[in-house]
């Protein structure tokens, strides 16, 4: 049984459909990107699935435990497995950095402060961000914010993690860095769901990718390399600069992984 299995979701605004019958799976420890042309549905999408989105009708399976989508009260359920990035970075900017990092888990995971704030050091270090912990997020670089957004929603410890363009606003050495961080935290068990644009990124990180058009679910292929194994993927990534594309890890894909 898939970790996350996701159904016949649908979304409507007024008398337009957003997403229409859209549906994938993903096993614990993969990553999985969203693709597609832009307003093809993908952050709608992601933000179905924490419930921040409502849906005229859906049902998701997380770790078998199964969730309708369509009930307001689902989002509770969704919300304990799962803690999302959004594109827009939402860092509480009268706080320090450390403390955008430690306020959840103090406050709502009822850890103490001082292993939060340990913890927070940790990972601010491994973002390369050590010497940011005392900033405000208003002098911080867009790049930055978004390696401390990054760092504030793994603070809650989530089983899966939901990114919108998580690698928008970085220079490729900062690329780097955070694709070696999802694939540290997918090889311990993490389930990772992004939406993204940068192919070269989704080729090189992706175990599965969802392309998505119109609304619905047009194709689902591997990455690592392989997505050229699905026609339809293999023609929108090439259009959209997704042919020699490089690893963001620093390495090129192995092509028979």
């Known amino acids: 049984m898939p970790y996350i299995d996701v159904r016949d979701v649908c979304v409507r605004h007024g008398k337009n459909e957003t997403l229409r019958h859209a549906g994938f799976e993903a096993e614990r420890g993969e990553i999985v990107s969203f693709i597609g042309p832009s307003g093809s549905g993908k952050t709608t999408f992601l933000r179905t699935l924490i419930g921040l989105q409502p849906v005229w009708q859906g049902r998701m399976g997380v770790d078998g435990r199964i969730v309708d989508m369509a009930v307001p009260a689902s989002a509770r359920i969704l919300r304990e497995q799962a803690a999302i990035v959004f594109q827009q970075y939402g860092l509480f900017g009268h706080m320090s950095v450390l403390r955008n990092l430690t306020l959840a888990p103090t406050v709502v995971a009822k850890r103490s402060r001082r292993e939060a704030e340990h913890e ?129 890890t620093g390495s090129r894909s192995d092509p028979e992984h």
């Not at 780097?176 to 992004?194: E, K, N, P, S």
């Open 120 to 248: 927070a050091r940790a990972l601010l270090e491994r973002l390369g961000l050590a010497d940011k912990a005392d900033v405000l997020p208003a002098d911080l670089s867009g790049g930055q914010k978004q390696r401390v957004a990054i760092a504030r929603a793994l603070m809650l410890r989530p089983s899966l993690l939901l990114l919108d363009e998580p690698t928008s606003a970085l220079d490729p050495h900062k690329v780097r860095d955070v694709g070696v961080l999802l694939r540290d935290l997918a090889q311990d068990g993490m389930t990772i769901i992004q939406v993204s644009h940068a192919m070269g990124v989704v080729s090189s990180l992706s175990d599965r990718i969802v392309l998505l058009e119109d609304g619905q679910v047009s194709a689902v292929g591997t990455g690592r390399g392989d997505a050229a194994q699905q026609p339809d993927i293999a023609a929108f990534m090439n259009t959209h600069g997704g042919e020699a594309a490089t690893d963001p």
